[in-house]
């Protein structure tokens, strides 16, 4: 088993930056894939960005690349997505999900965390 727990959503303006915080625990190998997700009101969960726990392997969707970075921390089991020159349009709960690299399937979910962005 595996458990997430997602932190660091909140309230910002537009233009400024958040960084999301993703705590891994139980039993996670490094060959396992950590992603970011969001879910905005009335709309379908999106793909935001992915990384590799051996540190190889970042993803991100079209809509964040340049302004979003994924990384993570082994020693802490933890994975970060820092938000930079967020737009109203990123306001979203936010998950992080875990897959092992022989599946295509993301099957354990964090809690989620909200961000939102004023205009």
């Known amino acids: 088993q595996v458990q997430l727990v997602e932190s660091g959503g909140g309230l910002v303006q537009a233009g400024g930056s958040l960084r999301l915080s993703c705590a891994a625990s139980g039993r996670i190998f490094s060959s396992d894939y950590v992603g970011w997700f969001r879910q905005a009101p009335g709309k379908e969960r999106e793909f935001v960005a992915s990384?590799?726990?051996?540190?190889?392997?970042?993803y991100y969707a079209d809509s964040v690349k340049g302004r979003f970075t994924i990384s993570r921390e082994n020693a802490k089991n933890t994975v970060y997505l820092q938000m930079n020159s967020l737009k109203f349009e990123d306001t979203a709960v936010y998950y992080c999900?875990?897959?092992?690299?022989?599946?295509?399937?993301?099957?354990?979910w964090g809690q989620g965390t909200q961000v939102t962005v004023s205009s």
């Open positions: 999900a875990l897959r092992s690299r022989t599946k295509s399937k993301y099957d354990y």
């Open positions: 990384i590799n726990w051996s540190g190889g392997g970042t």
